[in-house]
């Protein structure tokens, strides 16, 4: 928005004089083009960028401490708190940010980082290569109990300070997406004086360098975060100094409708994961509608292989076989969104179209010949399956708020063919306490990720029952390829191993896709530039937004 002032020159003051003269008829000469003096200029000023932002997220973050966290809610917040070393823009090319420049050795063994010599934690501590020695030490300590950082660190996790602006971190083996680690939300730093005095309750009490500054936490309500006035250090594209807004306001509304009516009623500013059948409404109504892809594993069911009946391979198959992907779009996204055919997501770098083929088509007779091959049969004509004196019993986990009505959905098309299913609600820590224990059959996922590394998180052995591998399968051919795949600097080589390791995945059955995951962000028009970073829901880029009145 503009203000114009209009300025009077010397004209005005020529009237006003000559109204006091006698009347004189004169010749007046013509005077060249560059010779008249301006007399009416128009001012352009900028009116102030500001604002208060109030922005809802369907789930509460659980900690915000980087080298503890994993959820995509928590790195939300965290992107307005922290900074990484290194920033990946939309084009896909690494750039400086809190390191001014790195190399790494011919092997691709050690990382040499030169660091910003200007940047001070909120707690007026300086960011220098202790620091980040002190960040990625604590990442990879077992007592730290990292859920995320740590895998992503990997092989990469001996630090040492060269200068007070120098780090060099050397690696056992090739991490070949060591830098997209490093950019993202669980490796970015935070002030090691703030872990000390904080000690346990440091993930309540967030000290970063970032352009937003913590000041409270109210659970189950809120988070309020306020801008950083030092801030003279953002990433290349945007503007340097201070943030534009006043505050963000961070509140958690898990319903989708709630959601929804909380934009409408102005309540919120903006909402994340809006339910994808209200955005030809929403747009309607003249709210701004942003509809993102969030790549990487998601909008899937991890299915136990090592827990009945999803144990057997024809079980697995046939659940595949046996749902319709493009009916949870038609009947609950509202028509918005595209089936997903494979354990990763077409944003995914080396994602392999081929793999489509495998289960791409609804075919619920194949599902039911599976199950009949196996021994499953329905001896007591109730519509469920049995062998050996044992019920076709599946048991499905989900995250309250996600998603209302697929569970139901897919427990009413699996029924079809002869499940039965229980459906749990778990939020975390349940949710994840009761995967790694072995209590589902499906558990619902979504974890972004634009790197094909992703599927060592979730599919390698060593992950299973400590981690994220809530399919505890086990293959050495797999294995294999996952490690290959981050220590493959070669892209032709790197993508046929991201090949193999799709192909393995769905020809053993470990994962049940349903959509493509989208991130629908609605808002009301006064929001300016709030962007999305490549992950489309969890690097948010608050920095240059503002509101206009």
Same mark, same amino acid.
């Given at each position: ?13 020529? $009237? ?53 966290s994993s959820s995509r809610y928590d790195a939300v917040v965290i992107s307005a708190l922290y900074d990484a070393l290194v920033f990946r823009n939309n084009d896909g090319d690494y750039v400086p940010w809190l390191a001014e420049s790195w190399d790494v050795s011919a092997d691709g063994l050690v990382w ?37 950082? +740590? ?8 630090? &040492? ?13 090739? #991490? ?78 898990g319903e989708e409708v709630s959601r929804v009516a909380a934009l409408k009623s102005g309540e919120t500013d903006v909402i994340l994961y809006t339910p994808a059948r209200e955005v030809a409404k929403l747009a309607s109504e003249e709210f701004k509608v942003k509809v993102n892809e969030v790549p990487g594993i998601a909008r899937v069911d991890i299915i136990n292989a090592a827990k009945a009946p999803t144990d057997e391979l024809a079980v697995r198959q ?7 992907? &493009? %009916?949870?779009?038609? /009947? ?6 595209? +089936? ?17 083929? %495998? ?9 039911? +010949?599976? @199950? ?67 209590? #589902?059959?499906?558990?619902?996922? /979504?974890?972004?990720? /634009? ?19 809530? +399919? ?11 490690? $290959? ?5 070669? $892209? ?13 995945? %769905? ?6 896709? @349903? ?35």
């Amino acid at each position: 928005m503009k203000l114009r002032y209009l300025v009077t020159g010397l004209i005005m003051a020529s $009237l006003l004089l000559g109204a006091c003269q006698p009347e004189v008829v004169e010749v007046v000469k013509e005077v060249p083009v560059e010779q008249i003096v301006e007399v009416e200029k128009i001012v352009e000023v900028e009116a102030p960028k500001s604002g208060k932002l109030k922005f809802t997220v369907p789930v509460e973050p659980d900690l915000l401490d980087p080298s503890v966290s994993s959820s995509r809610y928590d790195a939300v917040v965290i992107s307005a708190l922290y900074d990484a070393l290194v920033f990946r823009n939309n084009d896909g090319d690494y750039v400086p940010w809190l390191a001014e420049s790195w190399d790494v050795s011919a092997d691709g063994l050690v990382w040499t980082f030169q660091l910003r010599s200007d940047v001070t934690f909120h707690d007026g501590t300086p960011f220098n290569a202790e620091a980040v020695k002190f960040n990625f030490d604590r990442a990879v300590d077992p007592e730290t109990k990292s859920q995320a950082a +740590a895998g992503q660190l990997g092989a990469c996790s001996d630090t &040492q300070v060269l200068s007070e602006y120098e780090v060099q971190i050397t690696c056992s083996a090739v #991490h070949a997406s060591f830098l997209e680690r490093l950019s993202g939300a669980f490796l970015r730093q935070y002030s090691p004086t703030a872990v000390e005095a904080f000690g346990e309750d440091y993930g309540v009490n967030p000290v970063g360098s970032g352009p937003f500054i913590f000041q409270e936490w109210v659970p189950s309500s809120h988070i309020t975060v306020t801008p950083n006035p030092d801030y003279n250090w953002g990433p290349p594209g945007f503007h340097q100094g201070s943030p534009y807004l006043e505050e963000i306001y961070f509140h958690f509304i898990g319903e989708e409708v709630s959601r929804v009516a909380a934009l409408k009623s102005g309540e919120t500013d903006v909402i994340l994961y809006t339910p994808a059948r209200e955005v030809a409404k929403l747009a309607s109504e003249e709210f701004k509608v942003k509809v993102n892809e969030v790549p990487g594993i998601a909008r899937v069911d991890i299915i136990n292989a090592a827990k009945a009946p999803t144990d057997e391979l024809a079980v697995r198959q046939a659940i595949l076989h046996g749902t319709d992907r &493009q %009916m949870i779009i038609d /009947t609950i996204d509202g028509g918005v969104g595209q +089936a997903l055919h494979n354990v990763i997501s077409p944003g995914v770098w080396g994602y392999d179209s081929s793999i489509e083929s %495998m289960y791409n088509t609804y075919d619920p007779d194949k599902a039911k +010949a599976l @199950l009949e091959g196996a021994g499953w049969v329905d001896t007591d004509g109730d519509g469920i399956r049995e062998k050996d004196g044992e019920t076709l019993s599946l048991v499905n986990v989900h995250f309250p708020g996600r998603t209302p009505g697929v569970k139901a959905l897919i427990q009413a098309q699996l029924r079809e063919i002869g499940f039965e299913m229980e459906l749990l609600e778990k939020a975390n820590p349940d949710n994840m306490q009761f995967a790694r224990a072995k209590g #589902h059959n499906l558990e619902w996922m /979504t974890w972004g990720s /634009t790197d094909p590394s992703i599927m060592g998180n979730l599919f390698h052995s060593r992950h299973a029952g400590n981690a994220w591998n809530y +399919a505890f399968y086990e293959d050495a051919r797999l294995d294999e390829v996952l490690d $290959l795949i981050d220590q493959t600097v070669d $892209l032709d080589t790197r993508k046929s191993l991201v090949q193999e390791a799709q192909k393995i995945i %769905m020809e053993a059955a470990l994962v049940l896709p @349903l959509t493509i995951d989208i991130n629908v962000v609605a808002m009301h028009p006064n929001i300016q530039d709030l962007s999305f970073g490549p992950s489309g829901f969890y690097d948010v880029y608050f920095y240059d937004t503002y509101l206009i009145e």
